[in-house]
């Protein structure tokens, strides 16, 4: 509302607030151009109206009506409203910087913890390039004495070979030797006590024992229980010899298939009248029958008989002259 420019201050006002009538306030009313209420708070908000009347220009009497409604602004609210802003303005300025500040923080740490393991890493670093260094040195040293052995190796097999084919030249010729001598009919080829028949020894037992001790036996004296392999060697050895004897043949790995001590299986046998039989009860075999001592007879490995062992004159010429090497080859 517009008071006019010239009128004067009123000296008396009341004020209604709401519909109710309040004391004076100690509002104050300043004229000009327009009305202006001074002193209105926050808790003064509402409607307001002053009935007041004055002089015109004129001196006439002019009634005035004037509400005020709405919000009012004091300098209070407006210090409110600048400290708000101003707050608000520092937060948004301050929060950055904080923020700012701890990840610069962080960044620094985890600087110092980067420095900290790259020192570490170098420190391994150098570590590792010394034992390596040293590893270096010892392969070189390695590699140094690889290759001195390699030659010695070398020189060592030529020597091997030229000894080992003079070596054997050596005992072609012992073996040729000893053959020579057992050929010219030598007494001393076998052992004391051995019968020698057709240039092989054998010792026919005085004593008695089941088919595992006469066979150990002879191993024992380094031979085996008789093999008897032709007709020629069965029928001269029955003509030296008429008793029962052990012989170096049983069915023992398998029933019914008769093996040499030696290994070798059974080629022609010299079986008496329905031998063998009582298969898988009689598996040992004897020089001699119950009715025919010049044939053969299977009988339990647990009789007691005597036994024959054989070697070769060659072998006991050998072994007397320390030559068992000949016996490998």
């Known amino acids: 509302m517009v008071i ?19 004391k ?83 960044l620094q740490a985890k600087h110092s913890q980067l420095e900290h393991s790259y020192n570490s890493l170098q420190a391994d670093d150098n570590q590792f390039g010394k034992g390596r260094s040293s590893l270096q040195t010892n392969y070189s040293q390695l590699e140094h004495r690889y290759n001195s052995l390699r030659a010695n190796y070398s020189r060592l097999e030529h020597d091997y070979s030229r000894q080992n084919k003079s070596c054997g030249q050596l005992l072609v010729r012992t073996r040729e030797l000893l053959n020579t001598l057992i050929d010219d009919g030598i007494n001393s080829t076998c052992p004391w006590g051995w019968s020698k028949i ?13 088919w595992h001790g ?52 059974l080629g022609k046998g010299f079986w008496d009248f329905g031998e063998p039989n009582n298969q898988g009860k009689e598996r040992c075999v004897t020089k001699g029958a119950r009715y025919h001592l010049h044939k053969w007879n299977n ?6 008989h005597h036994w024959i062992c054989q070697t070769s004159s060659f072998e006991c010429l050998a072994r007397r002259f320390g030559l068992e090497a000949l016996l490998r080859q």
């Open 4 to 22: 006019p420019r010239h009128s004067r201050p009123l000296d008396q006002f009341h004020w209604t607030h709401d519909g109710a009538e309040v």
């Open 24 to 106: 004076t306030r100690g509002h104050r009313l300043v004229f000009g151009s327009s009305l202006q209420i001074h002193g209105v708070t926050d808790a003064d908000r509402g409607t307001w109206t002053c009935c007041f009347s004055s002089r015109d220009a004129l001196e006439n009497h002019v009634t005035y009506d004037l509400e005020i409604t709405g919000n009012g602004r004091s300098c209070k609210n407006l210090f409110k409203i600048l400290f708000t802003v101003f707050l608000i303005a520092f937060i948004i300025a301050v929060v950055p910087l904080a923020l700012i500040y701890r990840n610069h923080h962080q």
């Open 198 to 210: 057709n240039k092989t020894c054998y010792y026919f037992s005085k004593e008695s024992s089941d």
């Open 214 to 265: 006469a066979n150990h036996s002879c191993v024992a004296n380094n031979s085996t229980l008789a093999t008897v392999t032709t007709e020629s060697q069965q029928d001269l050895l029955a003509n030296y010899d008429s008793e029962k004897r052990w012989i170096g043949l049983t069915d023992l790995d398998q029933v019914g298939v008769y093996v040499w001590v030696n290994g070798e299986q």
């Open 299 to 304: 009988d339990v490995c647990s009789a007691r």
